[in-house]
């Protein structure tokens, strides 16, 4: 494969703001003491009547973005993943997921956080988020989004501002490789075949997608066809795509930045054990907390928690042995 | 297009009244739903009263009218307050309430969307604010003038992220919020000075000692020292909550908070000050006992002609600190009756140092030319007399006062009987003034015939679903006040019985317990009435605090009840 291109989704997210904010009077920003981090300080500079740094609050932040929701405004709510799911839950279900005006579903908040996963780095381990999927997917009418790269981060972002409803994005720290094309069309609960193959499946999000499709290039070396899925939409899940996966390719891989109990592994194992069930391995932080490594040490953090693709190849061919 | 806003506002026995209906129907919604929590419904009573039946913009036919102010309910678990003035305000039938807390109902256990006219799912406190500087901060994008008025309790103030809100309020200067804080000393586990002290650490076991001392209260620098404009005051006293929201809403540049002290189960004794009764329902057999009690409830006004005529300013100053409920005003013209005491522009000069209620009682001739002075002059209240009225007369003076927002009173003398013209009057009146003396001077004796006079009366304003209040007008002591409240007069004027005392506090803490006394009997009457001496003995035994099981006791004693 060829060296990827890296690019930094906080400046994607904040360009994209700036765009919305042109288009859209009711588009607010809200930021909690991270706002020049999260790179939608520029929003504010823009936008000042809009834009909203509430200082070291996150629960404030919440309730606030759920207030001016509340009367119309498309709130985006934006600091560090450690911070907002891990933080704030209650005022995110109770102040954002539960109360539903008429017919709608929850209220028009967009939480998008940075600095999600072991990547992370060298804050360590206190800082490094691997629970916010699984908090946030069981809280009813929230959708998540784990943006592979730029590309997502723009058109889930322009999603987000268009569909009504409660949303959580996860961002990356790093900047991130593109694995999409600018083409790439990203529809809520669908997943993306982003390489086709026959003998096996990994379904990844987030970083992990450029390390599935290594993956899939070193087994296509070993003549192994393996299908690689963006699942950046964790929830709603793509059932359908998953049980097309389970049933041609007979087995799946999943792999994510987050604790194996409760992230996009288990939401594919839940899918998948209900339609067709087919051997599956769920990579990710096995039920451990991640700690401090420079940027250029964060690939052994990661392989510390057997997020590599060598890893992916390896369980790959584990799980062929396995097929029902 | 709505029946109550700041234009349309009722008068100070309306709103009242509607305070009441709300109160009952709370009663009526936890019973039912066997939980809720009435005690912190009622501390906020007269709170809810005076927002939705004077300041709050607002139609319960649309109930997401973009204009409309927003009432957020920060401390959720009242639910059944806020709920209850919904349905008196229109929102929904109040046969509605008996839903509460029920299975497919959308009066759920807090306040909820699903509930059109509900602002904010509460229930998880301390939230309450920050949505509120989220929805002030809306309006402000969006160039709106309404208003949001935000209600937190006191225990609910542990929660840090008030004081995040409070900061970004002060950072934003979200003027268009009016917060207030219900400030019933009392949290779920004790009293706030036990678990969290907000003013200052408890000791012993009296909370009604936090009231007396005001160097105590800190509460309200904690809000100062956050950059809030704070007003503080007594959140049972609707004169008091109306001008505290004029002047928070009038004050520009930095947010707003009213810390209203109140007693939480206000207006039923046995929860009063109890905190057993945070989230409690009352049981169905001693409900109609809390109604009557309610239907009871009963307020002191003194007549400041019986003091020093030629220094009012001191008297009305010596009702207000004496805690008088409402000041009674005697104007008298020379030629209605024989005195004359003072006129309209007295009033005007008088209502300056209070915003204690003026009943003002027109005991002059033709009172249809001068009653609008009087209005303009600062009355709350308003009597005129039926010997110097007919219908059309009456007619004007009636709609002036409804549409002023000032209460309508009758008076009749002792040798009158209402005329039949007024019949029609009757179900909007608020008040009626049964004189027992001959008016003209004060210091007069009671006279003895009025007891019966009321009987009769009694029959009369019951056929005219009369719901306005009696007050019992003239010799007034110690000695007839009881028998005046068992004829049903709910306001008592106290002239030289009151005023002409030394110490005006002390003789109206003793008039307020000889009614205290009787009321307590009436109650008990209705207990053994309704289930013999095993409700009154459980009557008796929900009075735990202080000293009232006793008294309560004693009377049921006398009473041959146990």
Request: net charge negative.
């Amino acid at each position: 494969m060829n060296p990827p291109i890296m690019t930094d989704m906080r400046s994607e997210y904040s360009k994209t703001l700036i765009e919305l904010g042109r288009e859209n009077p009711n588009i607010v920003v809200l930021g909690a003491d991270t706002t020049d981090s999260l790179k939608t300080s520029g929003f504010g500079k823009i936008f000042p009547n809009r834009f909203f740094n509430v200082g070291i609050a996150e629960a404030n932040l919440v309730s606030l973005s759920a207030g001016l929701a509340a009367s119309g405004k498309i709130s985006f709510a934006s600091t560090y993943a450690i911070f907002l799911p891990g933080r704030a839950v209650d005022q995110i279900r109770n102040g954002i997921a539960y109360p539903s005006p008429g017919n709608k579903k929850g209220l028009n908040v967009k939480l998008v956080v940075s600095h999600g996963g072991l990547s992370v780095g060298p804050d360590g381990g206190s800082h490094q988020q691997i629970e916010d999927i699984a908090i946030m997917r069981v809280i009813p009418n929230f959708r998540v989004f784990i943006p592979a790269d730029t590309f997502a981060v723009s058109k889930l972002t322009r999603l987000m501002a268009n569909e009504y409803g409660p949303f959580y994005m996860r961002m990356a720290r790093s900047n991130t490789p593109v694995v999409h094309s600018e083409s790439q069309d990203f529809q809520i609960g669908k997943g993306i075949t982003i390489r086709d193959g026959s003998d096996c499946t990994i379904a990844a999000c987030g970083i992990t997608v450029r390390m599935a499709l290594e993956a899939a290039e070193s087994l296509q070396q070993e003549g192994i066809s393996c299908r690689v899925l963006d699942m950046f939409s964790v929830k709603p899940i793509d059932a359908e795509l998953l049980e097309k996966a389970a049933r041609e390719t007979g087995g799946i891989v999943t792999c994510e930045e987050h604790n194996i109990l409760g992230g996009m592994g288990s939401a594919v194992a839940e899918s998948v054990s209900e339609r067709y069930p087919v051997p599956i391995k769920r990579i990710g932080a096995q039920d451990m907390f991640g700690e401090s490594a420079r940027d250029n040490e964060i690939s052994l953090l990661l392989e510390k928690h057997g997020i590599t693709s060598f890893n992916m190849a390896k369980q790959v061919k584990e799980i062929r042995s396995r097929k029902l | 297009m709505k029946p109550c806003n700041r234009e349309m506002g009722l008068n100070y026995y309306q709103i009242k009244k509607n305070v009441l209906r709300a109160r009952k129907l709370v009663i009526k919604a936890t019973n039912s739903a066997g939980s809720g929590h009435p005690g912190g419904s009622f501390s906020m009573a007269e709170i809810l009263g005076c927002l939705f039946y004077k300041h709050l913009q607002y139609d319960p036919k649309n109930p997401t009218w973009d204009d409309r102010d927003r009432l957020i309910l920060s401390k959720g678990h009242a639910a059944p307050g806020l709920f209850s003035n919904m349905a008196v305000a229109g929102y929904f039938p109040e046969s509605e309430l008996e839903t509460l807390r029920k299975f497919g109902s959308k009066l759920q256990g807090h306040p909820d969307l699903k509930c059109p006219g509900v602002e904010f799912c509460g229930g998880s406190l301390g939230t309450g604010l920050s949505y509120s500087v989220g929805v002030a901060l809306a309006a402000k994008i969006d160039g709106k003038n309404h208003h949001i008025y935000t209600i937190m309790g006191d225990g609910e103030t542990d929660e840090g992220q008030v004081w995040e809100a409070a900061m970004t309020a002060a950072k934003y200067k979200v003027d268009n919020i009016t917060a207030f804080l219900d400030r019933n000393f009392i949290q779920q586990d004790s009293y706030t000075e036990k678990i969290m002290p907000l003013d200052e650490k408890l000791e012993g076991d009296d909370i009604s000692e936090m009231w007396k001392d005001a160097s105590r209260w800190k509460t309200g620098d904690k809000w100062r020292s956050f950059g809030w404009n704070v007003i503080e005051i007594d959140g049972h006293r609707i004169e008091q909550i109306n001008s505290a929201i004029t002047k928070a809403n009038s004050t520009k540049g930095i947010p707003s908070i009213i810390i209203a002290r109140t007693i939480k189960g206000k207006g039923v004794e046995h929860m009063e000050d109890n905190p057993q009764w945070h989230g409690k329902a009352p049981d169905s057999d001693v409900s109609p006992i809390i109604n009557l009690e309610l239907d009871s409830q009963f307020m002191i006004a003194p007549s400041i002609i019986a003091g020093d005529m030629t220094n009012l300013e001191n008297e009305v100053k010596r009702c207000v600190s004496g805690r008088a409920d409402y000041i009674h005003l005697d104007v008298m013209d020379g030629q209605f009756v024989p005195t004359k005491t003072f006129d309209h522009r007295k009033i005007q000069e008088l209502r300056s140092l209070t915003v204690i209620p003026f009943d003002s009682h027109l005991m002059i001739n033709e009172p249809v030319k001068h009653v609008r002075d009087y209005v303009e002059a600062g009355s709350d209240i308003i009597t005129v007399h039926v010997e110097v009225c007919d219908e059309s007369s009456f007619g004007e003076i009636h709609d002036l006062l409804k549409q002023s927002q000032v209460g309508v009173g009758l008076a009749i003398n002792p040798d009158t009987d209402l005329p039949e013209w007024s019949y029609k009057f009757i179900p909007t009146l608020d008040q009626l003034i049964v004189m027992s003396v001959v008016p003209g001077k004060s210091g007069q004796k009671y006279i003895e015939e009025t007891h019966g006079k009321m009987i009769r009366l009694n029959t009369v304003l019951n056929e005219h679903n009369f719901s306005g209040c009696i007050e019992a007008d003239g010799g007034v002591t110690l000695d007839n006040i009881d028998s005046c409240f068992v004829d049903g007069a709910r306001s008592f004027v106290g002239g030289s019985a009151i005023i002409g005392k030394q110490d005006v506090r002390s003789a109206i803490r003793d008039f307020r317990n000889q009614v205290l006394k009787t009321k307590r009997k009436i109650l008990l009457d209705k207990a053994n009435e309704l289930g013999g001496s095993t409700l009154v003995k459980k009557w008796i035994g929900l009075h735990v605090v202080g000293e009232k099981q006793e008294q309560i006791k004693k009377i049921a004693e006398e009473a041959g009840y146990l």
